[in-house]
T-cell receptor, first 113, second 115 residues
Framework: AQSVTQLDSHVSVSEGTPVLLRCNYS??????LFWYVQHPNKGLQLLLK??????LVKGINGFEAEFKKSETSFHLTKPSAHMSDAAEYFC???????????FGSGTRLQVQP | GAVVSQHPSRVICKSGTSVKIECRSL??????MFWYRQFPKKSLMLMAT?????????EQGVEKDKFLINHASLTLSTLTVTSAHPEDSSFYIC???????????FGPGTRLLVL
């Protein structure tokens, strides 16, 4: 079985400071891991994904995430937050050979001016 | 590329009526589409997997007779909420899978309000 735990339901940062959104996963097989972002009343946009290639994955809008198997983590980071980054972020896992996605509970990122 | 659209974006209906939501992959073909439901300030819950040319696969606890899914072509899946009731009010989001990328791309969602 696969599962995802997003450790923070809410994160608040100041504009220009680093962002860290934490995610731990559980999977029986080699997982694919994703981060999606959802702006209010909008669908989900893919930020980045890990599929057993490089462990450091670079995504859109300056975000990146590092897959750490020993820690079963896939934390999302960005060096400098922008006001437009304020949104809900979902960490998502999919096991190899399975098409269904399992979503974390989400982390709401707030960016203060 | 990999754009998914949904129609309508918002719908209000009376209790007891049926509502159809369309999900289209605009620039790719999708043999597999998914339907999710999202409650306010909550994560997405997978309702069903829509397979082109065959019956949908429903998740446990989702009534297949209540939520009818049709995937008649490689670019269109529809979700029909039959005999809608206020508790069916929610944000419904579809996704379509790009097989070569092993990735799902999501539509913008449909907000359903049943009065």
């Amino acid at each position: 079985a696969q599962s995802v735990t997003q450790l923070d339901s809410h994160v608040s940062v100041s504009e220009g400071t680093p962002v860290l959104l934490r995610c731990n996963y559980s999977s029986s097989y080699s997982p694919s891991l994703f981060w999606y972002v959802q702006h209010p009343n909008k669908g989900l946009q893919l930020l980045l994904k890990y599929t057993s290639a490089a462990t450091l994955v670079k995504g859109i809008n300056g975000f990146e995430a590092e897959f750490k198997k020993s820690e079963t983590s896939f934390h999302l980071t960005k060096p400098s937050a922008h006001m437009s980054d304020a949104a809900e972020y979902f960490c998502v896992v999919s096991e190899a050979g399975r098409r269904a996605l399992t979503f974390g509970s989400g982390t709401r990122l707030q960016v203060q001016p | 590329g990999a754009v998914v659209s949904q129609h309508p974006s918002r719908v209000i209906c009376k209790s007891g009526t049926s509502v159809k939501i369309e999900c289209r992959s605009l620039d790719f073909q999708a043999t597999t589409m998914f339907w999710y439901r999202q409650f306010p300030k909550k994560s997405l819950m997978l309702m069903a997997t829509s397979n082109e040319g065959s019956k949908a696969t429903y998740e446990q606890g989702v009534e297949k007779d209540k939520f009818l899914i049709n995937h008649a072509s490689l670019t269109l899946s529809t979700l029909t909420v039959t005999s809608a009731h206020p508790e069916d009010s929610s944000f419904y989001i579809c996704s379509a899978r790009v097989e070569a990328q092993e990735t799902q791309y999501f539509g913008p969602g449909t907000r359903l309000l049943v009065l």
